[in-house]
């Protein structure tokens, strides 16, 4: 007789990892300031978080959060649809759909949500979803709970686009989703190109901006970076980057947002935003608009970071925002990489398949506009001595 708990006993690969002392995940951190954590005793320079305008330790936001569970409490302890909708969400929905340009917003619990609950809602029975192959895992399982067909596309590759939508029958609805940023590549998807193509096969457009929002086209998105805010349909983002707090938003056309608010079960079935992070994410938005010279430090030492990589002989491949991937390839090597600048004092994310395709592991680095020349400066040569010593280089 079959036990359905024998795939757990054989599940052995993260022990071993763990008894070999490569163990890269689910690492509890001690202390944290934003740009340096510390882990026991051993301290590091953090560049492995989406803090991306280090507005986690903003006194602005901190005191928003602490006012909020002040007045509110600690939780709304229901769902939006009935007794968990606070003055709060309503006036960050606002705030948002203002800051986007878009006609109304609807905040979610988490980014995840927000695209499980808006795709699974939006796409029916009789209707399609197209998407890039590098697409975001929530975006791939609001598909999968949607009633309608999925169709995939290469990474950001035009012409396999055309051509996924050119097979497509007239009468069916359509929604293309991309990324704004590629979470894993910190590429940009291409708009322009993608654009006219939708228009052209009747297709609406939705782009998932977690890790644009707050980051590009001065701070607005991927949509506004390339200025075709009114061209593209709807905009998703998340609060647990650049909003230094936790839950998501998708903004467009009213109807459509009342629409998803009436039918995602994501939203409709999940406790509301607590207090403090839905006041945390207003403060966030605020301090976005006041302290505009954040998003372009973030953004400067991006560049300078993807410089001093590249000059020094890694690949970085097409990024241009400040997620800058150290490409390695085997999945070996980049643990053994991620290891010896962990003893060195600098946290990155090692990322193997099946989170990117096989032979493409890599270390995710990430910035933020709080990080200093000093730390910066150490991360670079921390990186050469590594890259030196392991051959990569």
């Given at each position: 007789?079959?036990?359905?708990?024998?795939?757990?006993?054989?599940?052995?690969?993260?022990?071993?990892?763990?008894?070999?002392?490569?163990?890269?995940?689910?690492?509890?951190?001690?202390?944290?300031?934003?740009?340096?954590?510390?882990?026991?005793?051993?301290?590091?320079?953090?560049?492995?978080?989406?803090?991306?305008?280090?507005?986690?330790?903003?006194?602005?936001?901190?005191?928003?959060?602490?006012?909020?569970?002040?007045?509110?409490?600690?939780?709304?302890?229901?769902?939006?649809?009935?007794?968990?909708?606070?003055?709060?969400?309503?006036?960050?929905?606002?705030?948002?759909?203002?800051?986007?340009?878009?006609?109304?917003?609807?905040?979610?619990?988490?980014?995840?949500?927000?695209?499980?609950?808006?795709?699974?809602?939006?796409?029916?029975?009789?209707?399609?979803?197209?998407?890039?192959?590098?697409?975001?895992?929530?975006?791939?399982?609001?598909?999968?709970m949607s009633f309608g067909e999925v169709r995939r596309f290469g990474h950001n590759d035009i012409d396999h686009l055309e051509r996924v939508l050119s097979k497509l029958p007239d009468e069916a609805g359509k929604l293309v989703v991309v990324d704004g940023v590629f979470s894993m590549g910190g590429d940009l998807a291409p708009l322009p190109d993608i654009v006219p193509l939708c228009k052209e096969y009747g297709a609406k457009l939705m782009v998932d901006d977690a890790h644009a929002v707050g980051v590009v086209g001065g701070g607005r998105g991927t949509a506004a970076h390339y200025g075709l805010n009114d061209e593209v349909d709807l905009i998703m983002g998340t609060f647990s980057k650049s909003f230094a707090s936790l839950g998501g938003f998708i903004a467009g056309d009213d109807d459509v947002v009342h629409y998803v608010q009436h039918h995602a079960r994501a939203l409709i079935f999940s406790a509301s935003m607590s207090p403090a992070n839905t006041a945390a994410a207003l403060a966030a938005l605020e301090v976005m608009q006041e302290e505009p010279e954040r998003i372009e430090r973030v953004n400067q030492i991006a560049k300078t970071m993807r410089t001093g990589y590249r000059n020094m002989g890694f690949d970085v491949g097409n990024t241009v925002t400040p997620i800058i991937p150290v490409i390695i390839g085997d999945d070996m090597p980049t643990i053994i990489a991620w290891k010896a600048l962990f003893e060195g004092g600098i946290y990155t994310n090692p990322v193997i398949p099946p989170a990117v395709p096989s032979g493409s592991s890599l270390l995710r680095t990430s910035y933020m506009a709080t990080h200093t020349d000093e730390q910066l400066e150490r991360v670079l040569s921390t990186f050469k001595e590594v890259g030196e010593r392991l051959g990569i280089i």
């Open positions: 007789m079959a036990d359905l708990f024998d795939k757990c006993r054989a599940f052995t690969e993260a022990r071993d990892a763990q008894e070999a002392g490569i163990y890269p995940y689910f690492i509890p951190l001690t202390d944290s300031e934003g740009t340096e954590v510390t882990i026991g005793d051993h301290e590091l320079i953090m560049i492995g978080s989406n803090n991306y305008l280090g507005l986690t330790t903003h006194p602005k936001v901190r005191q928003a959060a602490i006012e909020a569970t002040e007045k509110y409490g600690t939780s709304c302890t229901g769902s939006r649809f009935l007794n968990g909708t606070l003055e709060l969400h309503m006036e960050l929905e606002r705030e948002l759909a203002d800051f986007m340009g878009k006609e109304a917003a609807l905040v979610f619990p988490t980014g995840y949500q927000t695209n499980v609950g808006t795709i699974s809602s939006l796409v029916g029975r009789h209707d399609l979803v197209i998407t890039d192959k590098e697409d975001h895992a929530s975006i791939v399982d609001g598909c999968n």
